[in-house]
């Protein structure tokens, strides 16, 4: 019995415990129906009240948009109605102006019908009149045209005439002046420096036992020397110092440079000198090359083939009458195109002709021939256009000039040879008279200062302002311009410039 309860009771604790669960699981089944059921129904009522919302509130959207819709209407309705008698308005003017130009083209009908009416009688009147001065001149109306268009012709002819002779004097005084104009202005430019002419050179000597070396054992060092480069080196008494004389300034400057390398190196022998002077040789060379390349470049001109380069190049060592060659060919090529732009000439062309003008100076020749026919047969050579060539055998009237552009060269080296400085003086000389200009200026009373300027074509003049007044700044200027003229020779003009000033100075303490 008590193993029956044993087994009985937990069974009907089980029993038990699964019908309690049951049951409130049915409870809390029907708990969860009736939330659902209950947030159903608020739902159903949340939805009925938006869409009552939505409702009115598209009520009241519609009710809107015909409010609008209506003024829209009435505002368009209004602008229909103002167009409406914009275009009544038009239409009446239009018919009055109609009616207005139908009245003006029935006057001009009735004037022009009026007109030709006239034209008839005129044509009428005109031919009797034709008739009778027929009559009376004995001409034909032909006749008549021809003595007139004559007459016509003749003073016609006669007033063109005098015109041509107005304009040929007008034009030749204006010709003259400009022309001078543009010289003076040309020549105004130009202010390159002078170089003397001179056929021999100085090497400075560490001492006096440098001048054995040089000699070497029975002249052996010196006669290499010479017989490589083809000068006459001079030893004499002069203290520390040796004379390389040459005609050829090229080789006076290998010789030169070769004998300094010696001295500074200390090595001094036939097969030192040999190897010196060949590599001194190929850097001058080398030098030729680049001056030649950096006028070029200076003047921007292009397409100058290697062998035209190393021409102008020679031209560095090569001196005319004071002036070296090459600069004066620079100088010549920048006066040559100012003054090519003043005239109109081709610039470029009188720019690269008057830089090869010369270049017959720099050609070692044997014959006789001068340096422009060299400068021509080398500027062939170089495929030089034609007028180029012209212009180098022309510049100094060896052959006709071709071209303006070889005018300009002839003017331009004319221009560069004589300014004051440029050649026929030596340097001495010309820096004596650009002293006495100043001395013949500082010897007036009330002057302070005076200055050569310009190489020589002004001098400027400071004043003591106490001392002279404007009035007698005038006459002191035309003074020395008079003195001037009268105690100097020079080429050309000279401006003579004074300046009076008050100068007052206070210091601030």
Request: aromatic content about 4%.
């Amino acid at each position: 019995m008590g193993r029956i309860l044993l087994i009985v009771l937990p069974l009907t604790g089980l029993f038990l415990g699964w019908i309690i669960r049951w049951l409130y699981a049915r409870f809390q089944l029907s708990s969860s129906e009736q939330k659902a059921s209950r947030i159903i129904q608020e739902a159903v009522k949340e939805a009925a009240a938006k869409k009552r919302e939505a409702l009115l509130e598209s009520k009241d959207q519609l009710i809107r948009e015909k409010n609008q819709l209506e003024r829209e209407t009435r505002e368009r309705r209004n602008e229909l109605q103002r167009f409406e008698r914009r275009l009544v308005q038009k239409e009446e003017n239009l018919e009055r102006r109609i009616d207005s130009l139908e009245k003006q083209e029935s006057e001009f009908v009735n004037r022009q019908r009026s007109l030709e009416k006239r034209e008839t009688v005129l044509l009428e009147e005109e031919k009797k009149w034709v008739k009778e001065l027929e009559r009376i001149s004995g001409l034909s109306v032909d006749d008549a045209k021809k003595l007139l268009i004559q007459s016509l012709e003749n003073e016609a002819r006669h007033d063109a005439q005098v015109t041509i002779n107005l304009i040929e004097q007008e034009a030749q005084r204006t010709a003259e002046k400009k022309s001078r104009e543009v010289l003076i202005s040309t020549i105004q430019r130009i202010a390159t420096e002078v170089s003397s002419e001179v056929s021999v050179t100085t090497v400075s000597l560490p001492n006096d036992e440098m001048k054995g070396r040089i000699i070497g054992r029975e002249g052996r060092n010196i006669r290499t020397l010479e017989t490589l480069t083809g000068v006459d080196i001079i030893i004499d008494d002069t203290p520390e110092a040796v004379v390389v004389s040459c005609f050829d300034p090229i080789r006076k400057e290998i010789a030169r440079v070769s004998l300094d390398r010696l001295i500074s190196d200390g090595r001094i022998h036939p097969a030192r000198i040999e190897e010196i002077v060949q590599k001194v040789t190929k850097e001058i060379s080398q030098t030729i090359y680049e001056e030649g390349e950096r006028v070029l470049f200076e003047l921007g001109i292009h397409g100058m083939s290697p062998e035209g380069v190393r021409a102008l190049g020679r031209l560095h060592f090569r001196t005319s009458y004071g002036q070296n060659v090459l600069n004066h060919s620079k100088e010549v090529a920048i006066i040559a195109a100012a003054l090519a732009s003043e005239v109109g000439a081709n610039i470029e062309l009188a720019k690269r002709s008057a830089l090869l003008h010369d270049i017959g100076k720099g050609v070692e020749t044997s014959g006789d021939g001068s340096h422009v026919e060299a400068g021509m047969e080398l500027a062939r050579k170089l495929g030089e256009d034609s007028k180029i060539i012209n212009a180098v055998g022309a510049h100094h009237n060896d052959i006709e000039p071709e071209s303006l552009e070889a005018v300009i060269v002839q003017i331009a080296d004319a221009i560069s040879a004589a300014r004051p400085g440029a050649r026929r003086e030596t340097l001495d000389n010309y820096l004596k008279r650009l002293e006495s200009l100043e001395k013949i200026s500082e010897g007036f009373e009330g002057v302070d200062k005076a200055y050569a300027i310009q190489a020589g074509r002004e001098v400027r003049i400071l004043v003591n302002n106490e001392a002279v007044d404007d009035v007698e700044a005038k006459e002191l200027a035309k003074k020395i311009a008079k003195k001037i003229e009268g105690e100097l020779k020079y080429p050309g003009r000279i401006k003579v410039t004074i300046i009076r000033e008050t100068r007052i100075v206070e210091y601030a303490r």
